[in-house]
Structures are given as structure tokens and as C-alpha cells.
């Protein structure tokens, strides 16, 4: 189990330049989740895929923000046009879905922090 | 999801058991508790989960109270690298693969 491995870790960019982040789920997890989380606070969900399929996304997602996972495998985040209020951490999760299994916990990667210059 | 209320921080001496309480007084009865910790600059890390009864796994144990409105999770031998942001989490375990809707949670400081 090599767990669920996000890439970068740091991405350090200027405002106005667009980003992506990826995120490598564990091998059996078909659900995928991605969260953000900012100093001093909790991580605050944003989107979830079941395999390809996104299925709910957090008014937190503005249009600039778009997540994919094309394969049901891997997926990114893309953020456009960054702004100042983008820096953050953002978390992948990812978790075993199915029939009984819907308590499953989700298993958390380290996270990409960004910084907006 | 119901709301917890955790306290922000506690102390624990190395070597002793740390119990981090949860209050969870809104809970219905298909929402699981759930407790992971984020030691810094990780991500969080699940610890332990349960709906009624007590659980224990090889990090914690986790005991809920018989109204359900309030859980425990021990640590029953606390030590440096436990030092993290503990989180109580109730959230809907049937039909949905629903979020997980963290609070700010309780920072536990162990100390020699």
C-alpha cells in the first residue's frame, strides 16, 4: 500500500499564472475527493469523483477551479488565473466504495501547497 | 452532517493516556463518528471510526456513549509524535460517499 501520493508538494507561482495538481489515489480506491485547507482551519471539501464520474461539487469551486480524473484512476486540479486567496494546501482523499462500504474512511495524501506571489 | 465540538487544545504527559472528548449532541442515528489527527505539514490521518459501540485498532480507542451524543478517543499511551490537530468528524456512513466536513479540532501537545 504506497498510499495516496500527491504531486508537487510545493508549487509557488504568480498571481494570474493558471496551476495544476495531481493526485495518484491508492490502487482499489475508486472514489477520489479533493479538499482545501488554509492556515489555522480544517480542510474544507471541494469535489468528489466515483471512478470517472464527478459527482458533487462545494460552492467553493468557483469556474476558475476544474478538477478531472479521465481514466478513474489519477486526476488534477487545474486552477486558473490565480489570485492571492487561492494560497492554500490542497488535499487529495481517496476511499473504497460500494455496496456496505459507504463508511469506509478516506485516506489523505500530504498535499500541494501553494503560494500565490 | 451533525455538528462536534471539540475542545481547541489539551496537554498530555508522555506516557499517559490522552483522552480527547467530542460532543456530538445532534447526531442521528445512521451518522458514524469518525477521529483522524494531522501532525504538521501532513495530511490527516485517519485514526479510528465507529457507530455505537466502542472500537479499538492499534492507534486508539474510540468510546461513544450510550445516547450517542458524545465519543472519547484515548490514546492510551500517549508520546511525542502524537503531538497533531485531532479531529472529530460525524458523517452519513450508508447510500452516499458522503464529505468529510472538518471543524478546526483540538490540538494535543504531549510533553516529556
Known amino acids: ?117 | 452532517d451533525a455538528k462536534t465540538t471539540q475542545p481547541p487544545s489539551m496537554d498530555c504527559a508522555e506516557g499517559r493516556a490522552a483522552n480527547l472528548p467530542c460532543n456530538h449532541s445532534t447526531i442521528s442515528g445512521n451518522e458514524y463518528v469518525y477521529w483522524y489527527r494531522q501532525i504538521h505539514s501532513q495530511g490527516p490521518q485517519y485514526i479510528i471510526h465507529g457507530l455505537k459501540n466502542n472500537e479499538t485498532n492499534e492507534m486508539a480507542s474510540l468510546i461513544i456513549t450510550e445516547d450517542r451524543k458524545s465519543s472519547t478517543l484515548i490514546l492510551p499511551h500517549a508520546t511525542l509524535r502524537d503531538t497533531a490537530v485531532y479531529y472529530c468528524i460525524v458523517r452519513v456512513g450508508t447510500g452516499t460517499a458522503s464529505k468529510l466536513t472538518f471543524g478546526t479540532g483540538t490540538r494535543l501537545q504531549v510533553t516529556l
Request: aromatic share 10%; proline share 4%.
Open chain 1, 1 to 117: 500500500d504506497t498510499g495516496v501520493s500527491q504531486n508537487p508538494r510545493h508549487k509557488i507561482t504568480k498571481r494570474g499564472q493558471n496551476v495544476t495538481f495531481r493526485c495518484d489515489p491508492i490502487s482499489e480506491h475508486n472514489r477520489l475527493y479533493w479538499y482545501r485547507q488554509t492556515l489555522g482551519q480544517g480542510p474544507e471539501f471541494l469535489t468528489y469523483f466515483q471512478n470517472e464520474a464527478q459527482l458533487e461539487k462545494s460552492r467553493l469551486l468557483s469556474d476558475r477551479f476544474s478538477a478531472e480524473r479521465p481514466k478513474g484512476s489519477f486526476s488534477t486540479l487545474e486552477i486558473q488565473r490565480t489570485e492571492q486567496g487561492d494560497s492554500a494546501m490542497y488535499l487529495c482523499a481517496s476511499s473504497q466504495g460500494g455496496t456496505g462500504a459507504s463508511n469506509q474512511p478516506q485516506h489523505f495524501g500530504d498535499g500541494t501547497r501553494l503560494s500565490i506571489l
